[in-house]
T-cell receptor
Framework: GESVGLHLPTLSVQEGDNSIINCAYS??????FIWYKQESGKGPQFIID?????DKRQGQRVTVLLNKTVKHLSLQIAATQPGDSAVYFC???????????FGKGTLLTVNP | NAGVTQTPKFQVLKTGQSMTLQCAQD?????MYWYRQDPGMGLRLIYY?????TTDKGEVPNGYNVSRLNKREFSLRLESAAPSQTSVYFC????WGRGYEQYFGPGTRLTVT
């Protein structure tokens, strides 16, 4: 099965700084890579996806970088805000039904 | 537009009791999913339904059954609850062709004593 790991289980940043959350994966056949955000007491929320034929994708204040050579992706959050405090999961897809494999997540804490 | 709703929000069961977790979505999505999340862990897929009338096992299906009642509703049943099933259960749905963009409900916190 898919093995998904995160380099940093916790990350603490100052408000206004940029945050970088890393994720390693093992299945080179994954077609999409998804980032989800989970705030305390809530269900996960889709943030952004990147397809395997891309190496960079930008959204609103977020950028995803994908390095297929080393099977690594990262989520960069610009000008981190207190509302960004949450657990962030990367989830590669598996198969045509896009089943997701979630890693353990990284807890991002933004200090005011 | 409520999105994905789950009932109940909290439940305490004794070992051996049964219960059904309800999930409904109003986004006309084809696919629905049940996950469990244990403390400090990611989500693990229990069962999913790619479309109305079909269900398939996920990573951790043992001890659970599901019913895709119609396009809107997908229920999860615990026939004989065990302490190992203490967890937070999330239901999710996704649109056709974008199964990776899943919309999650608020979760059901289940404790089995």
């Amino acid at each position: 099965g898919e093995s998904v790991g995160l380099h940093l289980p916790t990350l603490s940043v100052q408000e206004g700084d940029n945050s970088i959350i890393n994720c390693a994966y093992s299945n080179s056949a994954s077609d999409y890579f998804i980032w989800y955000k989970q705030e305390s007491g809530k269900g996960p929320q889709f943030i952004i996806d990147i397809r395997s034929n891309m190496d960079k994708r930008q959204g609103q204040r977020v950028t995803v970088l994908l390095n297929k050579t080393v099977k690594h992706l990262s989520l960069q959050i610009a000008a981190t805000q207190p509302g960004d405090s949450a657990v962030y999961f990367c989830a590669p897809t598996e198969g045509s039904n896009y089943k997701l494999t979630f890693g353990k997540g990284t807890l991002l804490t933004v200090n005011p | 537009n409520a999105g994905v709703t789950q009932t109940p929000k909290f439940q305490v069961l004794k070992t051996g009791q049964s219960m059904t977790l309800q999930c409904a979505q109003d986004m006309n999505h084809n696919s629905m999913y049940w996950y469990r999340q244990d403390p400090g862990m990611g989500l693990r897929l229990i069962y999913y339904s790619a479309s109305e009338g079909t269900t398939d096992k996920g990573e951790v299906p043992n001890g659970y059954n599901v019913s895709r009642l119609n396009k809107r509703e997908f229920s999860l049943r615990l026939e004989s609850a065990a302490p190992s099933q203490t967890s937070v259960y999330f239901c999710a749905s996704s649109d056709w062709g974008r199964g990776y963009e899943q919309y999650f409900g608020p979760g059901t916190r289940l404790t089995v004593t």
